[in-house]
């Protein structure tokens, strides 16, 4: 059996999207003839944990871990936050001097990131560890992005094929501009990204527009393999209708991604029907921001929330199958447009009908489109909500809405890691 190294900074029990792309490829890959080895913190930046998909791993899977310096740690101890409390200062609005700080901080001390200071020691650490144990192809998935700088300099080192995967753009990843980063740091994170794509033997993208960006800067190919669902997750019957209108909405749910125009849509539903009012649950499984919630109350609809807080990844897919409707807001921002958010997979194996919210022409419209899931409307686009709204209460009312049945299963984790395996042979064929 072949044996592939993933690097990659997230990891069980850490729970999240970001954590189940390569779990998911690792519990398929040995149908393939690959065995992985992860390399991981053993003390990472923990935003939430899930032991569930622990059950995921394959048995015996080796998993390396090394202690990493967290920043993350200082910056508490600087914002006397409690260490449990997530840091999600990067965004829009008014900080304080301290907060001003620490992103400054940030953005020019740690470049490209935070996890910078890791690289060294993990290159050291992996080039005795590789002499010893050697693999087929190196893969890397960022964000964090110095994960390809541990598997740049140990391309380089052993000659061992490399695989840079992307689960997001890198410098046109949206929030960066929300760091007060100076030129010269700007040129090096452009002249880092360059060299990690022109360097890598293969290039991963998980969305066709990323793709297609990478591929004009660099000769390296870019291949794209997207995110998707595992169809275990979603065998047997959906849980039992409890007779609300649930319209649902799990993972994190960010400030600058507040669907203000949905809530006014939904206040005046309930403000000229009183069953509606009735029947209407807004239900949040995640991390939810404060101004969501505030968003919501101003319209009246305060009581109708759900707020399940952080969920197990079993609990997220149970939440969307017996939601009535599904909603997915992406961040207000351009820069959103060619992003496909790791829930949207699950929203379509859920097979219920979606109200998807952002650019009209971005990546997510396009895949909620082919597969006949719902609709994307824009962000201000009231009247497009209503009638979305408004004709699934109707089938509400008439005796439930109906599932979806569009063509979703080139999304299944096992045909993507089918692929994967594929692009591997290649790799390592090299």
């Known amino acids: 059996m072949k044996k592939v190294l993933v690097i990659a900074y997230y990891w069980p029990p850490t729970g999240g999207s970001g954590v189940q792309r390569w779990v998911k490829f690792v519990k398929y890959l040995p149908e393939h003839g690959w065995e992985a080895v992860v390399y991981t913190p053993e003390n990472p930046e923990r935003l939430a944990v899930d032991h569930s998909l622990e059950a995921e791993l394959p048995e015996g899977l080796e998993v390396l871990r090394r202690p990493i310096l967290e920043p993350y740690n200082l910056y508490r101890r600087l914002m006397g936050k409690k260490a449990s409390t997530q840091v999600t200062e990067i965004s829009s609005g008014r900080k304080t001097f301290k907060q001003r700080l620490s992103l400054w901080v940030r953005a020019n001390l740690f470049v490209p990131d935070p996890r910078v200071t890791w690289v060294k020691p993990s290159v050291r650490f992996l ?65 880092l990204e360059k060299a990690v794509l022109d360097n890598s033997t293969r290039v991963l993208a998980v969305t066709p527009l990323v793709q297609e960006d990478f591929q004009s800067m660099t000769s390296t190919p870019v291949d794209c393999i997207t995110n998707g669902y595992d169809e275990p997750d979603f065998e047997g019957p959906a849980p039992e209708a409890d007779g609300f209108f649930n319209v649902t909405h799990t993972g994190l749910f960010a400030a600058d991604g507040n669907p203000f125009t949905l809530w006014k849509v939904l206040g005046s539903m309930a403000s000229k029907d009183a069953e509606f009012r009735k029947k209407l649950r807004l239900r949040l499984a995640g991390k939810v921001d404060r101004e969501i919630y505030d968003a919501i109350q101003a319209e009246g609809l305060g009581a109708n929330v759900v707020s399940l807080g952080y969920c197990s990844h079993t609990d997220a897919v149970a939440e969307q199958r017996k939601a009535t409707v599904l909603i997915l807001p992406l961040r207000n921002d351009p820069e959103y447009r060619p992003i496909l958010p790791g829930k949207l997979f699950e929203y379509l194996a859920s097979r219920r009908p979606m109200l998807g919210i952002g650019q009209k022409d971005g990546a997510m419209a396009r895949v909620v489109e082919e597969c006949y899931a719902g609709i994307t409307a824009g962000w201000d686009d009231a009247e497009l909500m209503r009638l979305f709204m408004e004709k699934a209460w109707e089938a509400f009312k008439a005796g439930g809405v109906p599932c979806t049945d569009g063509p ?20 390592s064929e090299k």
């Open 127 to 191: 080039k005795k560890y590789l002499k010893e144990h050697p693999v087929d192809v190196i893969v890397t998935t960022g964000p964090p992005q110095s994960m390809h700088l541990i598997g740049q300099k140990l391309h380089k080192a052993t000659g061992i094929p490399w695989v840079s995967d992307f689960r997001d753009p890198w410098t046109k990843m949206y929030y960066l501009k929300h760091l007060p980063i100076s030129k010269r740091n700007w040129r090096r994170l452009h002249s």
């Open 408 to 427: 979703v299963e080139r999304f299944s984790r096992r045909n993507l890691t089918a692929a994967m395996a594929e692009l591997l042979e290649k790799v």
